[in-house]
C-alpha cells in the first residue's frame, strides 16, 4: 500500500512539474555575501516561458539551452510552455520556476499587488529583455473595425492567466466593453487561437508578444487574405491610466509582409526571479543572457533587441542584487 501511495503521489506532484524525478530547481537562497558571479556545484533552474509558437517560448528555450554553455555547466535550465506573465509569476513565487518571463505591467501589478493581485509579490528583475507588441487581428469578413465593434463577437483573449488576458481585458474596457459580458471571450492558447481564426470559429484575436511571432507569421503566410490587424492606439490614452508602462509603436510591415506598417501599442517584457534568489546565481544567468545573445537570436531573433544600455529599466520592478552586479561588469 505504502509503494501505490507513493507511485500515486510522484503522479501527481510531476503533473505540477516539481519533484519526484520531475523538474526541479536547486538554487540557493541568498545569503546577502559578496557577489562573485561564480556558482559552485551544479544548479538547475526551470523557465516559465509562454505558449507554443509564441516568442517566450522560443526565447525561452534558446536561453535555455546557452545557458550552461555560459557557465560551464554549472547551471543547467529547463524551458517549459506555460501561460505566461501572471500563471508564471505565480508559479515562480510558489517555487515550480526559478525564473520566469513576464510583461512589465503585469509584473508591475505584481509587486504592489494590484491586478491579479491581492498582495505584493516578492520578485526582482533580471534585464529588462525585448518588446512585446499588442496584436490584433480579425477576420476580414468579421465586420470588426475596431475594438469597440468586437461587441458579440468571439474573439480569444488569450490563455488563462497570461499577460496576453490582461491586455485584451484592458482593451477592451477601455473601449465600453465588458469583457465577461459583451463578447464571446475564447480563452485560449495561441495555437488554438489561430486554428480557431482559420477555421472561422472565432472572429478575432488579442496576442501579446514579440516580433515576428510564429504562429502569426504561419497565419498570415497561409491565410493572409482572410484577416487583418486593426489600429488600437486609440486607446492608448485610457491604457496609460491604466498603467504608463504601455507606449506607443508599430508592427512593421516586414515582419509579416504585410501591406503596410500597423500602429499598436507595445509595452516592455521582462525576465523575473524570486528577490531571495543565490545573487550569484542570478548574476551568472544576467551574464549568459547577454554573453550568449547571438545565438539566443538564431533561434529567436526578438532577442537581438537585448541591450545592456537598457536592462536596468524595470522600474517599479526593482533589479536583483546580483543581476546589478552582472550589469556592471557588463558595462550597463
Not at 516580433?211 to 497565419?219: A, F, G, Q, R, W
Not at 517584457?269 to 550569484?280: I, P
Request: glycine share 10%; net charge neutral.
Amino acid at each position: 500500500m505504502r509503494t501505490v501511495r507513493a507511485v500515486v503521489g510522484c503522479v501527481l506532484v510531476l503533473a505540477a512539474a516539481a519533484g519526484c524525478g520531475g523538474r526541479q530547481d536547486t538554487a540557493a537562497t541568498d545569503t546577502g555575501g559578496e557577489v562573485t558571479c561564480q556558482v559552485t556545484g551544479e544548479t538547475r533552474i526551470g523557465i516559465a516561458t509562454g505558449n507554443v509558437g509564441g516568442v517566450y517560448y522560443t526565447m525561452g528555450n534558446a536561453f535555455a539551452e546557452q545557458v550552461a554553455t555560459a557557465t560551464g555547466g554549472t547551471v543547467k535550465a529547463t524551458a517549459a510552455e506555460t501561460g505566461a506573465s501572471v500563471q508564471n509569476i505565480q508559479q515562480l513565487v510558489a517555487g515550480t520556476y526559478g525564473v520566469a518571463f513576464s510583461l512589465a505591467d503585469t509584473a508591475a501589478d505584481a509587486v504592489n499587488g494590484t491586478g491579479a493581485f491581492t498582495s505584493a509579490q516578492p520578485v526582482a528583475a533580471l534585464s529588462r529583455i525585448h518588446t512585446n507588441y499588442t496584436q490584433v487581428v480579425v477576420r476580414t469578413s468579421s465586420g470588426i473595425t475596431d475594438v469597440a465593434s468586437m461587441r458579440g463577437k468571439r474573439i480569444s483573449t488569450g490563455s488563462p492567466r497570461s499577460g496576453t488576458e490582461v491586455i485584451a481585458n484592458r482593451l477592451l474596457t477601455a473601449a465600453g466593453l465588458n469583457p465577461e459580458a459583451d463578447i464571446q471571450a475564447q480563452r485560449l492558447d495561441l495555437t488554438k487561437t489561430v486554428d480557431g481564426i482559420k477555421d472561422g470559429s472565432i472572429d478575432g484575436f488579442f496576442w501579446s508578444g514579440g516580433l515576428p511571432t510564429p504562429n502569426l507569421t504561419d497565419l498570415f503566410t497561409t491565410a493572409g487574405d482572410t484577416v487583418r490587424f486593426i489600429d488600437i492606439t486609440p486607446l492608448l490614452p485610457a491604457m496609460k491610466q491604466v498603467n504608463p508602462v504601455y507606449e506607443q509603436g508599430t508592427v512593421p510591415a516586414a515582419a509579416y509582409k504585410l501591406p503596410a506598417d500597423v500602429p499598436t501599442i507595445v509595452v516592455p517584457n521582462l525576465l523575473l526571479v524570486k528577490n531571495d534568489l543565490d545573487a550569484n546565481v542570478a548574476c551568472a544567468l544576467t551574464k549568459a543572457l547577454f554573453d550568449r545573445k547571438d545565438q539566443i537570436a538564431q533561434a529567436a531573433p526578438a532577442a537581438a533587441e537585448l541591450a545592456v544600455t537598457n536592462a536596468r529599466k524595470t522600474d517599479p520592478v526593482p533589479l536583483h542584487r546580483g543581476a546589478a552586479e552582472a550589469l556592471t561588469q557588463l558595462g550597463g
